[in-house]
């Protein structure tokens, strides 16, 4: 799914409206529906609703859902708030139907004093600002948003929560943005709630269809997209039944060291549920019995030093490398990894250990072959790419180094991100809190290898990857909650995760 810039929404808007054809306040009463039924899907009609409503196209989609409400048989009330500018064009359309219908009360709101007094179980319906937005709220709409957040009651904002950007809000000012318990935004998310500042702004977030116009989402270029279970099963190549396991190609991990053997375990097990053909695992000499005891299926090279990884065994065999799971930063682990970076010629993926000794050694970063995978939890990204004031910078950052170093960078977190060298940036739709636990990107680096083994774009199998191992989290989480998940249970429903992409 292609996600666009509120500059560009509205013009999808626009395009839409010309060639639909539909009219503007017809485009706002679909909209509206959609709202209407999503709130009458899940409150009852006990339930009183308060609308906040401001001078634009927000407050007009607010106007349109109060009425519809109306007719549903709820007690709904609209407070117009007087910002110093009237209501034109569709917004006015609408308060002259809700006028007309008579079944809501409207009144004024010119002061902070004159804020309602409600009960708390009240619904407050955030209507106030758009994703228009360009600068922070101050002043009156301010003071109104600061009141709406101190009151106990349940907040659903329409579209984006109000006072927050779609994009950038470095500057924005925290306490005058809407805390909403929910988000109904429409067509597609903002790239503002898929940043993790943001999470408190949009609460639960949910996208409502509204038939905007296909041609006008083809024709708007976008270099941010969210990744759908549709796009991961276009990416995950055909098994033939006359194939061989050297079809599906031979990986090399290099991982563990004394006290992280479970790095190696973990990414060796998620490597082969992810379909390679054939692993290697390079180890130490004292995780010998270890590897071959618990992945019986994995081959293993065994390295000079007893404790360490010091030296790389002959990479011709291999269709693909991974490297950094528990390999620790010593010195001599250091020079190998640097001879690495320097003689691989196969798709490559880096994480944990590999980057922190990557972030000491920058000028590293140019020696690394085109579309090599780099998977940073955020404190790596802060050591390889410098500190961010922000979520967004921090995202531009990711897409910086990505150009910079023809890389692909996968930034882990909720909605893990994965940036390419030609700057498109792809969001996951999957996984969830319960993954973060120890392990988990040790799991997702031997998915990707195992990916990248069988023969997958780097590109494809870092962001399918991604896609599976949250897939596999989700599956999982179902079974054993979110605070009972492992890293271990992620690989041990990944089949099932290929299974739901089916």
């Given amino acids: 799914m292609k996600l666009f810039s509120t500059r560009q929404i509205a013009g999808i808007d626009r395009y839409t409206i010309e060639n639909e054809p539909i009219r503007d306040v017809d485009l706002m009463e679909r909209a509206a529906k959609q709202v209407s039924g999503w709130l009458s899907g899940r409150y009852s009609q006990e339930k009183e609703m308060i609308f906040f409503v401001g001078p634009g196209n927000n407050g007009g989609d607010a106007l349109a859902v109060a009425r519809q409400m109306a007719d549903l048989r709820y007690s709904c009330q609209v407070y117009l708030c007087d910002f110093g500018k009237e209501l034109q064009g569709s917004p006015a359309i609408n308060l002259r139907r809700l006028k007309k219908q008579g079944k809501v009360k409207t009144e004024l709101l010119k002061h902070p004093d004159d804020f309602p007094v409600a009960s708390d179980s009240a619904i407050f319906i955030d209507g106030l600002f758009g994703s228009g937005l360009t600068r922070p709220l101050e002043g009156f709409p301010a003071e109104i948003v600061r009141k709406m957040n101190v009151c106990s009651n349940t907040i659903v904002s329409i579209d984006i929560p109000s006072g927050l950007m779609g994009e950038d809000n470095n500057g924005n000012i925290p306490e005058n943005i809407i805390r909403a318990d929910f988000t109904l935004t429409f067509q597609f998310p903002k790239i503002s709630f898929l940043l993790s500042d943001n999470a408190l702004y949009t609460g639960e977030w949910e996208v409502l269809p509204i038939g905007l116009h296909p041609g006008g989402l083809a024709q708007t270029f976008s270099d941010f997209f969210l990744v759908e279970r549709q796009d991961v099963r276009e990416m995950i190549p055909h098994r033939s039944r006359f194939a061989h396991k050297g079809t599906y190609g031979h990986a090399l991990l290099i991982a563990g060291s004394y006290g992280k053997m479970g790095a190696a375990v973990l990414a060796s097990k998620a490597c082969l549920r992810a379909g390679a053909g054939l692993l290697t695992t390079h180890i130490p000499h004292l995780g010998f019995q270890v590897l071959q005891t618990a992945v019986p299926e994995a081959m293993a090279s065994i390295d000079e030093h007893d404790s360490i990884f010091t030296g790389i065994p002959d990479l011709s065999p291999y269709t693909a490398i991974g490297s950094g799971p528990g390999i620790g930063m010593k010195c001599n682990t250091r020079k190998a990894l640097n001879e690495l970076i320097i003689r691989v010629k196969v798709p490559f993926i880096l994480d944990a250990d590999a980057l922190n000794i990557l972030s000491e050694n920058k ?27 922000n979520s967004w910078e921090q995202l531009k950052k990711q897409q910086e180094m990505a150009r ?23 969001f996951n739709s999957t996984g969830n809190p319960g993954m973060a636990t120890a392990g988990s990107g040790d799991s997702l680096t031997g998915i990707i290898l195992g990916l990248l083994a069988q023969g997958m774009l780097p590109e494809h199998a870092a962001i399918a990857g991604v896609f599976l ?34």
């Fill in 404 to 426: 910079e170093y023809r890389l692909i960078v996968v930034l882990k977190g909720a909605y893990t991100s994965v940036a390419l060298p030609d700057g498109r940036l792809y």
């Fill in 363 to 389: 000028d590293w970063l140019k020696k690394l072959p085109e579309n090599s995978i780099l998977t940073p939890h955020p404190g790596e990204f802060r050591r390889l790419a410098g500190e961010s004031s």
């Fill in 469 to 502: 191992h949250g897939l596999a989290g989700d599956l999982a989480t179902k079974e054993n909650s979110e605070y009972a998940l492992i890293a271990g249970d992620i690989t041990e429903f990944l089949g099932k995760a290929f299974l739901e992409l089916k």
